[in-house]
């Protein structure tokens, strides 16, 4: 069944509110008939069978939402089960500011519908409506959001099933009638008809200029093609509708990000079962039998991020997000496992990659090459006689492009250490490929040159701002803080903003005086430097400062990890090589974020 996310609206009552614990009763999910559009079906019925719910995700301490915005997160389930073909849970809000003001407006009664995010788990049909089929349909529910606007009152906190009977004819024509008339505007928005050849008849001279500019556009965006109709019509400047353009490209690409989420569903359970050792074993012993439940797991990520055939198996991010810690006892040791912990595997990789610690941007979940709409130049500004027109200026837009390049990394295992099965040897293994990885991603990230299927690196990127110490390989006090300036001069001092360079370099600027006028040394003894963080690498060039702004450092992180096991390279001593794959890319959204300062040629 293809994934699609479903989403249902209800209301609750303040009679199912504990202001002392924070928590409220509501009522999420009802058997009535729903009217909706599916890819994968069409218009059908939807019923949700209550039968075939699978609450792991809900009682996985899931999310409390306001309008499904993940980044706005007021709470989380404390329960969830059925009652009376009903889905009903108990959620509790959290103490910060909006958290506080979220719950408050409900305990004023001024916010009270709730709206549910699930998917399909199977659909079954069961008759049909006025010609339209009926789909009784298994469903996992993984959020609960606070809703602007109802689309099914028959459910909510405190409502009798009175209540759903008399309400439930008008309700549902009401619903169809929304319904059916959402799907034509879809229809419209999705398939738009532009008479371009019109449009440019009957305009002439600037009004020429500036249709031809607005649909030339939409060449890459076909969507565009009714908005920019409109502001043909309306006479929206070519500016204007630029902004609107990339407004509405970057939200086409978070609704695409979201649909390709690359975990699949596991509940604490699985993950705390999957095994990596199990996986190895099944390979280098030829028994698939012994790695069922994590090559079907490899399986179900393929299909969800619609990868290609894996060099061995997949991970489910899920798997990565495990953390084990070591107790001890009085026989000499034992291991706990902790519950599953909020951070995830970019995270983790993010905190072991140096230029992850200055605060680059990790973009994950990536499919297909993406290109991020960038400002070029900006509109000016001009000071004018009274009655006298401003000089024409324009905005200019190009892209930043991440495309896919595999980085492969691997780790050497002893045949004994193989047929280990503990928790710590889990971890072991892969924390040892995240780290191997991480290595080669700052590489690329900070000094790969972009030939031979690499990434190309900040300091290989066009637009860096880079010069020569005065004295080779000796750093002075007013070139580090003339770093700094570069930046204010380029209007770029704003962001994650940072120095970098070697430990060598560390260790030479920490015992360098700034001048013999000024105290001090130019690194300080916490690793910072002219009031900003130092990250050091080895991945930096010798005599090497880099500063700038993070954040316009973009890694891109398509799919998920793909293991294989290569049992013959270390055959001679009967060990194992655990071979780890991912793809990746860099890219520096504007170099004049960054400014360098390096020896001679380097």
Known sequence: MKQETFKRNFTFDKGNINE????????????????????????VWEVLDHSNVDFSRLNDSAPVLVNHNTDDHVGVVEHAGTMDQRGEATVRFGKSVRASEIFQDVVDGIRKNVSVGYS?????????????????????????????????????????????????????????????????????????????????????????????????ICDDYPELYDEAKKAIAEGTSEADFKGLALKRISNMKADNKVDVAPEI????????????????????????????????????????????????????????????????????GYLVETELRDQDYIDRLKKDLVVGQLGATILDGLVGNVAIPRMASGSTAYWVDEGSAPTESETAYDQVTLAPKTVAGFVDMSRLLTLQSTPAIEQLVQDDLRFVLSE???LAAIDETGANNQPTGLLQSSGVSSSDWATASTPTWA????????????????????????????????????????????????????????AVSNNCQADTVIFGNFRDLLIGMWGTLDITVDPYALSTSGGIRVIAFQSVDVAVRHGASFAVEENAGS
């Open 20 to 43: 002392e614990q924070r928590t409220v009763k509501l009522s999420f999910s009802s058997e009535e008939p729903y009217m909706r559009m599916t890819r994968e079906h069409g218009e």
């Open 120 to 216: 399909w788990t199977e659909a079954k049909q069961d008759g049909e409506k006025d010609g339209t089929p009926i789909l009784r349909v298994g469903f996992l529910p993984y959020e609960i959001s606070l809703a602007s606007i109802p689309a099914d009152n028959s459910v909510g906190v405190g409502r009798s099933d009175e209540a759903i009977i008399e309400n439930k004819e008008s309700e549902m024509a009401e619903e169809v009638k929304e319904v059916k008339e959402e799907v034509k505007i879809e229809v419209k928005e999705t398939k738009p008809e532009v008479d371009v050849r019109e449009v440019m008849e009957k305009a002439t001279g600037a009004e020429l200029k500036r249709a031809t500019e607005i649909i030339a």
């Open 479 to 534: 070139e580090i803080v003339g770093l700094e300036s570069t930046l204010g001069t380029a209007n770029s001092l704003k962001g994650n903003l940072g120095y970098l360079t070697t430990p060598a370099f560390a260790g030479l600027m920490k015992s360098t005086l700034k001048a013999s006028s000024v105290a001090g040394y130019i690194m300080n003894d916490d690793r910072t430097m002219n009031g900003y963080n130092v």
């Open 440 to 442: 080669a991603i700052d």
């Open 265 to 332: 569903g596991l509940n604490k359970e699985e993950t705390k079962n999957y095994s990596i050792m199990n996986v190895i074993r099944s390979i280098v012993d030829n028994k698939p039998e012994l790695a069922e439940f994590e090559r079907e797991c490899s399986k179900t990520v393929q299909a969800r991020m619609k990868l290609d055939n894996p060099r061995g198996f997949y991970m489910p991010m899920e798997v990565m997000k495990r953390d084990q810690v070591v107790g001890t006892d009085s026989k000499g």
